[in-house]
T-cell receptor, first 109, second 113 residues
Framework: NAGVTQTPKFQVLKTGQSMTLQCAQD?????MYWYRQDPGMGLRLIYY???????DKGEVPNGYNVSRLNKREFSLRLESAAPSQTSVYFC????????FGQGTRLTVV | DQQVKQNSPSLSVQEGRISILNCDYT??????FLWYKKYPAEGPTFLIS?????DKNEDGRFTVFLNKSAKHLSLHIVPSQPGDSAVYFCAASGNFGNEKLTFGTGTRLTIIP
């Protein structure tokens, strides 16, 4: 029982490159979330999905897209990475407490 | 506009004493509150929650107090242990936990042996 699994754990991108962060949960929760954590900023919500087939913007959605592929999977895509997107990204699922993945440390150079 | 605020970026407490972490919120629609603990290179882990219909919730060494009129909550850890050294985030949600979570900026707690 893995809970929430994120891949990859680390990634270095060049400015302008694209990538997709994957998230899968086995907790049978409806809602899933993507957060980013930056020093002094806490956890800021990028996008969330209240249920399969729905997605909504959070506080900081610019430069990102998401796909809720099915109940288990919620992916985050950076179409054209920028240095400002250097951060640690966390996927979470709720029911009602949120449970987080281990994070993806992304560096954009 | 920071709707959930943790005004102390850091706190140091002697081992065995009480640690008190504070959190303030501005959105009166928030009615469900949670505390998370985060170690470096790990995801946040859920500690304890409280609904606005209560003013206190206890789980072992952890107690959360909610003062709705002041829009303030606090986490008490008694007694504090070295393994409690971590960053603590408070979070809030509306609709009794059915809406998205809004997090504070975190407080780094250091327990001094």
């Amino acid at each position: 029982n893995a809970g929430v699994t994120q891949t990859p754990k680390f990634q270095v991108l060049k400015t302008g490159q694209s990538m997709t962060l994957q998230c899968a949960q086995d907790m049978n929760h409806n809602s899933m979330y993507w957060y980013r954590q930056d020093p002094g900023m806490g956890l800021r919500l990028i996008y969330y999905s209240a249920s399969e087939g729905t997605t909504d913007k959070g506080e900081v959605p610019n430069g990102y897209n998401v796909s809720r592929l099915n109940k288990r999977e919620f992916s985050l895509r950076l179409e054209s990475a920028a240095p400002s997107q250097t951060s640690v990204y966390f996927c979470a699922t709720r029911g009602p407490a949120a449970f987080f993945g281990q994070g993806t440390r992304l560096t954009v150079v | 506009d920071q709707q959930v605020k943790q005004n102390s970026p850091s706190l140091s407490v002697q081992e065995g004493r009480i640690s008190i972490l504070n959190c303030d919120y501005t959105n009166s629609m928030f009615d469900y509150f949670l505390w998370y603990k985060k170690y470096p290179a790990e995801g946040p882990t859920f500690l304890i929650s409280i609904s606005s219909i209560k003013d206190k919730n206890e789980d072992g060494r952890f107690t959360v107090f909610l003062n709705k009129s002041a829009k303030h909550l606090s986490l008490h850890i008694v007694p504090s242990q070295p393994g409690d050294s971590a960053v603590y985030f408070c979070a809030a949600s509306g609709n009794f936990g059915n809406e998205k979570l809004t997090f504070g900026t975190g407080t780094r707690l250091t327990i001094i042996p």
